[in-house]
């Protein structure tokens, strides 16, 4: 089991790009959810599903959006990337709802200049 | 604003010694409670969960939680260099959204 797998590791854009965070976890697991760690802070939420077809959105899901078309994938989508969205973002996976173990991807370091 | 506080740190501790950790939130529909460890550069990973008022005890660590006053704490006993990283204090109502504290750094000492 590779468990949680997220890529690119680090990208760097310039304000205006666009681009899409891959999420793939092979534990077939319902829940999916996308993090953002600005350094010396706590995680924040930014959208999660409870299946495919199902999303929704966390506390902070301006500027992102995110689709769940099979268990497996949960690609967050960064559109027009502007400075603040400098961060580590974290996919995770659970089976059901709390208070079920969260998996956490390796996370991908992403810088816009 | 649904918010999680912690002690951002540095707490120091000798090795051996009990490490103590504390977090309140403000949301009094939380539910379910989470401690998470964090390596500089690695990914949270899950320590511990607690949703009912008491102690819950895993190994050398010790999660308390007390609803009334809105307060979660861990204790780690005969602390390791190896725990020396940054704890995250985390808690969720619906269970499917969490949110979480800004993290305590915890430096073991040998």
């Known amino acids: 089991n590779a468990g949680v797998t997220q890529t690119p590791k680090f990208r760097i854009l310039k304000i205006g790009q666009s681009m899409t965070l891959q999420c793939t976890q092979d534990?077939?697991?319902?829940?999916m959810y996308w993090y953002r760690q600005d350094p010396g802070m706590g995680l924040k939420l930014i959208y999660y599903s409870v299946g495919a077809g199902i999303t929704d959105k966390g506390e902070v899901p301006n500027g992102y959006n995110v689709s769940r078309s099979t268990t497996e994938d949960f690609p967050l989508r960064l559109e027009l990337a502007a400075p603040s969205q400098t961060s580590v973002y974290f996919c995770?996976?659970?089976?059901?709802?709390?208070?079920?173990?969260?998996?956490f991807g390796p996370g991908t370091r992403l810088t816009v200049l | 604003q649904k918010e999680v506080e912690q002690n951002s740190g540095p707490l120091s501790v000798p090795e051996g010694a009990i490490a103590s950790l504390n977090c309140t939130y403000s949301?009094?529909?939380?539910?379910?409670f989470f401690w998470y460890r964090q390596y500089s550069g690695k990914s949270p990973e899950l320590i511990m969960f607690i949703y009912s008022n008491g102690d819950k005890e895993d190994g050398r660590f010790t999660a308390q939680l007390n609803k009334a006053s809105q307060y979660v704490s861990l204790l780690i006993r005969d602390s390791q260099p190896s725990d020396s990283a940054t704890y995250l204090c985390a808690a969720s109502n619906t269970g499917n959204q969490f949110y979480f504290g800004t993290g305590t750094s915890l430096t073991v000492i040998p």
């Open positions: 949301d009094r529909g939380s539910q379910s």
């Open positions: 995770a996976s659970s089976y059901s709802s709390v208070p079920d173990t969260q998996y």
């Open positions: 534990m077939n697991h319902n829940y």
